[in-house]
């Protein structure tokens, strides 16, 4: 039934796009697809909650004769990814009927057909139990990713962020190919199951956990491997970027898990290295998010921060795992998994509004924008609660994750491994700098008043386009409340993690969720209290002008903008944004006009990828020796190549034989 | 029940009173009489009694600032012990929940500024977070040391109980985890060296002029937030030299208000002394508190 289901749900929203074909450039379509896709999401989730709370895993065959047959089915941990997938499909295509109309795109119909594609290549990578199914779903979602971060074939950097994309997940891609066949040659089976263990003990082992990281590394995009991440989440059309950043980066978060969960006996260094991946792509992802103007790119780079954290609770997890320790092992997991989700759902809900301003007013420069919270007050509130949650501040969601994040560091100091506990402080100053930079985003964006005329013609978002957001919104301040709900299917998929480690109840049941859920309630409460005791007064107020230090005509200019905002904290990290500033010279008593600039970029893609990619095409250009276009060369290439076929066909031993036996 | 009662009602009168006491002793350290003991309850109560004033062009965010800072304030003081009297609400990682509100506060009273479209509350919010960047780490490896020593991950246990966990061989750290706390302290209330508090001069104050438009009720509840986060983040020190396994509950509470006087007493003193450090140095002498939790924490886990 749940298989059916799922089955059902899969095939519905593939064919969600193509529906739209029957009637292009009307709303018609849209609202057609999109309600196809909303169906294929109940199936979904009639499938994947039943599987998230009860024990048993289902399997069934998946028809591939080539491959001797192949399976795919769904457990407790595929289901808990499984869920965001279909969410993220519904409301995505609810948003993109007012974001992407097809009265206004040429290129509307291919973007469904890409979305819904992209939704059941997620959907069938998540609940693969073979590598070829997991590889099929892979490639899949990589190249339906591509055609939908295009978007507007117009614009050049668009192009240019969608080919790195193309590029690196396809580098990745193979170092998954690499990882799956050293797999078949250990342990003789591809599946993706308990019947194919591996002893992580063994040299082997290690290599292999390095092709997982840098292949699951690529798309989940933890620092250095994150180049292709900002381009491509700042030029896609935003209900795709909120896609790229919720799902696809979690499934190189997903393949981590499942391949771990898959070995035994996993060494203390495994863990420790993933817990200062994590480390590191925290404090630097949000250190590059400070630097940047672009609300697009800035949340990019924030998701590199949020992946940072994830990592952190599956190092934790991982060393759980070594030193079986079952209370790091469920900390460190519930840290990581109800991160993937919380980052799922404020993450998308700040794209969305990232899409919806840029909607409005044309554009994403922050420094141009300002006061939109008059123009656009309902997507200021949903922005506000999702830069609240995503700065980990209570009463939200993003606490709770951050929370078991830490317990689950701090309790490791009663391990032998104490020093870890080191990454406390790390997360603590990633967490402040999280509020620097998004404290910024939401005052110079929404706050204040207007730095240009762009945004004169803002407008609310429509009604389509503000459902998506207020869905999330209140999904924030739910899983805030209750995350306590889906606890048992965290330890479900703890014992899929570690078959070998036992949690016992005691443990999962050690989380405050009471104390927590008291204090958020009495901070709603008690901020509601003195509003209303207020209220009264407010509603009568007078409106004089701000101080002005006396100066008579202050003007929108002088506001602080985000560069200016940002620019000490940006200084402090100088030597890793690689960021530079220059500022004009003003001098005389009469100067001209000065302009200060302050560029931010991208120092592993420009200074580490791109010039390796050129030394690889100077060192091939021996190719072009081949290749002059004259045809009789080629002619004789293929002599060539008959020969040498001939030559392995002739037999030599006869011969042999014969030249030996005639002397 | 009782104890819950007289608790609330400490952390709701007292943080005026010490904000008084600092004044009168620094007045009294220059030779003055200076102002009465309960001025500062005299100017909050005048101050609720005006109408409140809004900036052109200002919203419902700026109203929000001081209304969050002071709810999540105020349930920050319930997480700690006072004295002999225990938190209201504790569990095993409050101290992370603890330094969030604050967070919260400080994300709100940013916001509000940035809210007003002045080039001043730009300044002051922008310094604000630049110096919390810094603090932060430092709030947390002090705890984390606290948390190694007692083993146990509440705030209750981890300030009343490292007295008598901890051997003599690990006095010099602890002492280096209490001055670490204290520069974070200062910085954290915006007093000297950081920021002088009776300036307003717009290009030096920090906190100040994040706050500079609040007029009316509103600045009476941001005044009232300043005076309640000193109590709290005296209390973390105030509570932690206090050696709980040795005195009865009544001797701590006697003990723990003798405590927070004598650093009322260092914050006036330090106030009356030294002058404010130049801008460009603060960030130095807050790493330098950062390095002292830090060097406490390793020699700790050693």
Request: proline fraction near 5%.
């Amino acid at each position: 039934m749940t298989l059916t289901l799922l089955v059902t749900a899969l095939g519905l929203s593939a064919l969600s796009g193509f529906v739209g074909l029957f009637a292009p450039r009307t709303r018609l379509s849209d609202i057609l697809s999109a309600i196809l896709m909303v169906t294929a999401a109940c199936f979904g989730f009639g499938a994947a909650l039943p599987a998230l709370f009860t024990e048993t895993a289902l399997v069934t065959a998946f028809p591939w004769p080539q491959a001797g047959g192949t399976s795919f089915g769904i457990d407790a941990l595929s289901a808990f990814f499984l869920l965001p997938v279909f969410v993220m499909g519904a409301l995505g295509s609810i948003y993109s009927c007012a974001y992407w109309p097809a009265s206004k795109h040429r290129n509307a119909p291919r973007m469904r057909i890409c979305w819904g594609l992209l939704i059941s290549s997620l959907g069938l990578l998540v609940c693969a139990r073979h590598a070829f199914v997991f590889l099929l779903g892979w490639e899949a979602m990589v190249l339906t990713a591509f055609f939908l971060i295009v978007g507007d074939d117009n614009s050049q950097q668009g192009r240019r962020g969608s080919l790195v994309y193309l590029v690196a997940s396809h580098c990745g891609t193979l170092a998954l190919f690499a990882f799956f066949i050293l797999r078949m040659n250990f342990t003789g089976s591809f599946d993706l199951s308990e019947a194919s263990m591996l002893d992580g003990s063994l040299p082997i082992a290690g290599i292999m956990f390095g092709l997982v990281l840098m292949g699951f590394g690529i798309k989940a995009g933890f620092m250095p491997l994150h180049f292709w991440l900002p381009e491509a989440h700042a030029y896609a059309p935003s209900h795709v970027s909120a896609m790229l950043s919720a799902l696809v980066l979690k499934m190189g978060i997903y393949g981590i898990v499942r391949a771990i969960s898959i070995t035994t006996h996993i060494p203390q260094t495994w863990g420790l290295v993933v817990l200062a991946l994590g480390a590191a792509s925290s404090l630097l992802g949000v250190a590059f998010a400070i630097a940047q103007h672009d609300i697009k790119k800035l949340l990019a780079y924030h998701s590199i921060e949020n992946i940072g954290i994830i990592l952190l609770g599956l190092g934790m997890a991982m060393l759980g795992r070594s030193l079986n320790n079952p209370l790091l092992l469920f900390l460190g997991l519930a840290g990581c998994l109800f991160h993937v989700w919380n980052h799922f759902v404020f993450k998308s809900l700040l794209f969305f509004g990232a899409g919806a301003v840029l909607h409005a007013t044309g554009t994403r420069e922050m420094d141009r924008l300002g006061g939109l919270v008059k123009a656009m007050p309902l997507t200021a509130l949903f922005f506000l609660v999702g830069a609240v949650a995503i700065c980990g501040l209570p009463p939200l969601n993003g606490f709770i994750s951050e929370l078991f994040v830490f317990l689950a560091m701090a309790s490791s100091l009663k391990t032998p491994l104490g020093l870890v506990a080191l990454a406390i402080p790390v997360l603590a100053m990633t967490g402040a700098l999280a509020l620097a930079c998004f404290s910024k985003v939401f005052g110079v964006v929404f706050l204040g008043s207007p730095r240009s005329r762009l945004v004169d013609k803002a407008h609310e978002a429509s009604p389509s386009m503000l459902v998506p957001m207020a869905a999330m919104a209140l999904l924030c301040v739910f899983l805030g409340f209750f995350t306590s709900l889906f606890v048992p299917a965290i330890a479900r998929i703890a014992a899929i993690f570690a078959t070998d480690i036992d949690v016992p109840q005691s443990i999962t049941q050690s989380f405050p969720f009471v104390p927590l859920q008291l204090v958020f309630a009495l901070l709603l409460v008690l901020c509601c209290v003195i509003g209303i005791g207020l209220l009264a007064k407010t509603l009568r107020a007078r409106r004089s002008m701000v101080w002005d230090c006396g100066y008579e005509v202050p003007n929108a200019r002088m506001q602080y903008t985000a560069a200016s905002f940002a620019r000490s904290i940006v200084n402090m990290f100088r030597f890793f944004t690689g960021s530079q500033e220059s500022v004009g010279k003003i001098e005389g008593h009469f100067p001209l006009p000065a302009e200060a600039h302050d560029k931010a970029s991208e120092p592993v893609l420009d200074r580490l990828v791109l010039p390796g990619f050129r030394i690889l095409e100077k060192a091939s250009t021996f190719v072009k020796r081949f290749q002059k276009g004259v045809t009789q060369n080629y002619i004789l290439y293929i002599l060539i190549g008959l020969l040498c076929l001939f030559a392995t066909l002739v037999p030599y031993d006869q011969l042999w034989k014969l030249l030996a036996g005639s002397q | 029940m009782i104890g819950a009662i007289i608790h609330v009602i400490v952390i709701v009168t007292v943080p005026p009173l010490l904000l008084g006491l600092i004044n009168k002793f620094e007045a009294s350290l220059v030779g003055r009489r200076g102002p009465v003991l309960l001025q500062p309850w005299h100017d909050l109560v005048k101050l609720l009694r005006k109408e409140v004033v809004l900036g052109k062009g200002t919203t419902w965010i700026f109203i929000a600032g001081p209304v969050a800072s002071i709810a999540s304030m105020w349930l920050a003081a319930c997480l700690l012990p006072l004295g002999g009297m225990p938190p209201l609400i504790s569990f095993e990682g409050d101290f992370i929940l603890f330094a969030y509100l604050l967070g919260l506060g400080r994300f709100f009273t940013v916001v509000a500024a940035l809210d007003t479209g002045s080039s001043f509350e730009g300044m002051g919010a922008a310094r604000d977070v630049r110096f919390s960047c810094l603090a932060e780490p430092g709030i947390f490896l002090g705890l984390l040391s606290l948390a190694k020593v007692t083993g146990s991950l509440s705030l209750a246990r981890m300030l009343g109980d490292t007295l008598g966990a901890m051997t003599f061989a690990l006095a010099p750290s602890v002492v280096m985890i209490v001055l670490g706390h204290f520069i974070i302290m200062l910085a954290e209330n915006f007093r000297i060296p950081f920021d002088d508090p009776k300036t307003h001069l717009e290009l030096t104050m920090i906190h100040e002029v994040a706050v500079l438009d609040h007029s009316g009720p509103l600045l009476a509840l941001v005044q009232y937030t300043q005076s309640l986060r000193l109590l709290v983040t005296a209390s973390l020190i105030a509570q932690l030299v206090l050696p709980a396994q040795l005195l009865g509950a009544a001797l701590l509470n006697a003990g723990f208000a003798a405590m927070i006087l004598i650093l009322a007493g260092c914050v006036g003193l330090i106030e009356s002394i030294l002058a404010r450090i130049k801008m460009a140095r603060l960030p130095h002498v807050l790493t330098a508190a950062i390095l002292l939790c830090g060097s406490g924490f390793i020699l700790i886990m050693r």
